[in-house]
Each structure stands twice: as C-alpha cells, then as structure tokens.
C-alpha cells in the first residue's frame, strides 16, 4: 500500500517569497501524485498531478511541482506567493492500475505574512 | 457544470438526533467518495461507490453511520444517533474512471457538522 508524507505542518512565508512544500511518498514503483489546494470553508481543489513523462508539472495559480524518483518526492513549489495563497496544502499518491484511490497526506498550513 | 453539491453546508444538532448529509456529484462521474475531515484525524475516507454500488465501508467509524447511493446523481450519508464526536466536516468527491483521469477527484464544499 501507498503512503505520503507532508513533513511540515504549517509553513509562514513573506508575500512576495518562494515557496516550497515538501511531500514524500512511499510506494514499490512509480506513482500518480497530485496536489490539492484546500482555502478557508472550501472543499479541496486539484492544483497539479503527475502520471507520466517530464517530471516538472505546471499547475494552476502558478505552481509547478517536479517528481523526484531517487528522493520519493514530490515536492510543490511557486516563486512568488500571494497573500490569496494562504490556504491547506495536501499531496496525494495514487496506485497505478488501482482501486482510484488516492491516499492523502495530514496537509500542511500555509501562512502569508503582508 | 455546477461541480459537486452539498446540503447543508452547516448542520448544528444535538446529541441523540440523527443527521443526513447530502451529496450530489457531477453528471457522468461513476466513483463517489465521502470523506470525513476533523483536525485530530485529517482526512479521512468513509466509504466509496462506483456506479451506485457500495465498495469499501471499511472507513466507516461505528454502526451509527450508513450511506446510500440510490442513483447516479444522489447520495446521502446519515449519523443515527449522532454524538459530539461526529463533529466534523464532511466532504463529497466525485471522479470520473476514463483512464488515469480517475484518480483525479472533485471535491463538493463540505458539510461543517456541529453536534452539541
């Protein structure tokens, strides 16, 4: 079975400031990745996944994340963040040729300081 | 498309009366998930259909919870008796099984559960 790891639960960072969230997974070979973005009283919305092929992903707001096979990771990154980033990260991994169940890391809490 | 619908968006209740959530999922998706999301726990699946038919409940917390899909574009969830402790939000997903695009799931907005 699948697992993923978001090892930090909140991250606060300047408007304006990168931004890089770690998530690592654990799986017996390559799998689907996604991130969700969760804002304030919303449901979860799919920022970006990864199935195949190049390993760095553009998804929407400007986010990129890039699959990193010798790291078990997945991590998901922006150059600029905007005050409107703030919101609940979640990494997913999914099992190719599986049930469609992907499984979610606890999420991590992003800060945007003015 | 509307996107995947819930009702009630807030629920407030007390203790001992039972509470039915409300999912509709996005026309033409055959997978239906219902998620449970509490600080403590996180995200957590409760059950999943696809194409109307329960296929795993083993995420559900006690006899207490029950869940229906009666057809492609309803689904509820109930709590009878519900207890403080079922406050939570509840999520609804639906996805599409075209592919890897299966995996890809569209979550409603929630349903904040407040039992008191």
């Known amino acids: 079975a699948q697992s993923v790891t978001q090892p930090d639960i909140h991250i606060t960072v300047s408007e304006g400031a990168s931004l890089e969230l770690r998530c690592n997974y654990s799986?017996?070979?390559?799998?689907?990745l996604f991130w969700y973005v969760q804002s304030p009283g919303q449901g979860l919305q799919l920022l970006l996944k990864?199935?195949?092929?190049?390993?760095l992903v553009q998804g929407i707001k400007g986010f990129e994340a890039e699959f990193k096979r010798s790291q078990s990771s997945f991590n998901l990154r922006k150059p600029s963040v905007h005050w409107s980033d703030a919101a609940e990260y979640f990494c997913?991994?999914?099992?190719?040729?599986?049930?469609?169940?992907?499984?979610f890391g606890r999420g991590t809490s992003l800060i945007v300081h003015p | 498309d509307a996107g995947v619908i819930q009702s009630p968006r807030h629920e407030v209740t007390e203790m001992g009366q039972e509470v039915t959530l409300r999912c509709k999922p996005i026309?033409?998706?055959?997978?239906l998930f219902w998620y449970r999301q509490t600080m403590m726990r996180g995200l957590e699946l409760l059950i999943y259909?696809?194409?109307?038919?329960?296929?795993?409940d083993s995420g559900m917390p006690e006899d207490r919870f029950s869940a229906k899909m009666p057809n492609a574009s309803f689904s509820t969830l109930k709590i009878q008796p519900s207890e403080p402790r079922d406050s939570a939000v509840y999520f609804c997903?639906?996805?599409?099984?075209?592919?890897?695009?299966?995996?890809?799931?569209?979550f409603g907005p929630g349903t904040r559960l407040t039992v008191t």
């Open positions: 997903a639906s996805s599409f099984s075209g592919g890897v695009s299966g995996y890809e799931q569209y």
């Open positions: 799986y017996g070979a390559t799998p689907y």
């Open positions: 990864y199935f195949s092929g190049d390993t």
């Open positions: 997913a991994v999914g099992a190719p040729g599986g049930s469609y169940i992907p499984t």
């Open positions: 026309s033409g998706h055959d997978y």
């Open positions: 259909f696809n194409n109307n038919v329960p296929i795993d």
